[in-house]
């Protein structure tokens, strides 16, 4: 996984992109490159609240100068999207991890097919903008509850426009005779070469999951941004950091994460939701239970990472790389 070091960046503008959607444009204040991404990435911002949010990149990776996120003002924010859309204005420096690409782009696919919805359409559209630079063949299916909550419609619509090879269809189901996509047929009637894409909210990620369970793995991708279950807090066993020797136990009720922070063990972590990969750590012993939504099924059967912020230990102990 891509990592990098913290840079401190200037919020350049701020624009209205929707209803409780701005997209945010970030500079280094001194000018120059930033830090290369490919589509599909997202950037760690680092709130004035202490809270630390992952947002997908939606503009070109071709752009090595700025960094551009959607961020969607949740009616339910634990904080995060408040924070940024009262807080962050013009002109505002802020502290910036990544890119980090947990959601890569197959870039020798024939053909993508990718999935949008509401604000998941920010990788979306990041990957449509390479997909067209490489004259490769791409449709982009979003949905959204009305054309006027669509975020980058108007972006999205131009891209296919100049396109050779690019296809968009807008599906707004709460606007007259408007239904849910039918990803199912979608996905049936998709060349047996497709690569699939997916970022959206829950229900839509569980029928794409669905809908592409009999393709092969490798031509699957999707990416979540809130977590479908909750962290595991059983506790029980104990956490040794490697590095230091330092050995944590686990009490139920708590995740190890919140253990390790706890013991004064400095670990990263942004959305506490096994989404982001931020907390990824290297297992160097133990049989860890996991509960991410980032690592590929084998990956979390070969056992060798695990994300703390959520997932638990089946052994009595657990070594870690910290």
């Not at 903008?129 to 419609?153: E, H, I, M, P, Q």
């Not at 994300?307 to 230990?313: A, E, K, N, Q, T």
């Amino acid at each position: 996984m891509q990592t990098s070091n913290e840079l401190e960046l200037r919020i350049r503008a701020v624009t209205w992109e929707a209803p409780n959607i701005h997209s945010y444009e970030l500079r280094l204040p001194s000018g120059g490159e930033l830090p290369p991404f490919t589509a599909g990435a997202h950037i760690d911002l680092h709130l004035p609240n202490g809270m630390v949010r992952s947002y997908s990149l939606s503009n070109s990776q071709d752009e090595r100068d700025r960094y551009v996120v959607g961020v969607q003002k949740d009616v339910k924010s634990r904080g995060g999207s408040r924070c940024i859309h009262e807080s962050l204005h013009a002109g505002v420096i802020i502290k910036v991890s990544g890119p980090r690409n947990n959601f890569e782009l197959d870039e020798s696919a024939e053909v993508s097919v990718l999935f949008a919805g509401g604000i998941g359409v920010t990788p979306i559209l990041s990957m449509a903008r390479r997909l067209t630079s490489l004259g490769k063949t791409w449709v982009v299916y979003f949905s959204a509850r009305t054309r006027a909550d669509a975020a980058f419609v108007d972006e999205l619509t131009a891209l296919a426009k100049a396109s050779a090879h690019g296809t968009l269809h807008l599906n707004f189901d709460q606007e007259p005779g408007g239904r849910m996509l039918d990803l199912a047929a979608l996905v049936a009637a998709a060349p047996a070469h497709a690569h699939f894409y997916c970022c959206g909210p829950l229900p839509m990620l569980a029928a794409y999951e669905a809908a592409t369970a009999s393709r092969p793995p490798a031509q699957v991708h999707l990416e979540y941004f809130s977590a479908k279950e909750a962290p595991i807090t059983t506790g029980g066993f104990t956490v040794v950091a490697a590095k230091s020797g330092k050995e944590v136990i686990v009490p139920e009720g708590k995740n190890i994460l919140d253990a390790l922070l706890g013991a004064g063990i400095d670990v990263q972590y942004s959305c506490m939701e096994g989404v982001c990969g931020s907390c990824e750590v290297s297992v160097l012993e133990g049989q860890p239970i996991h509960r991410d939504l980032v690592l590929t099924k084998a990956e979390q059967e070969a056992s060798r990472t695990i994300m703390v912020c959520v997932s638990g230990c089946k052994s009595q102990r657990l070594v870690l790389d910290i």
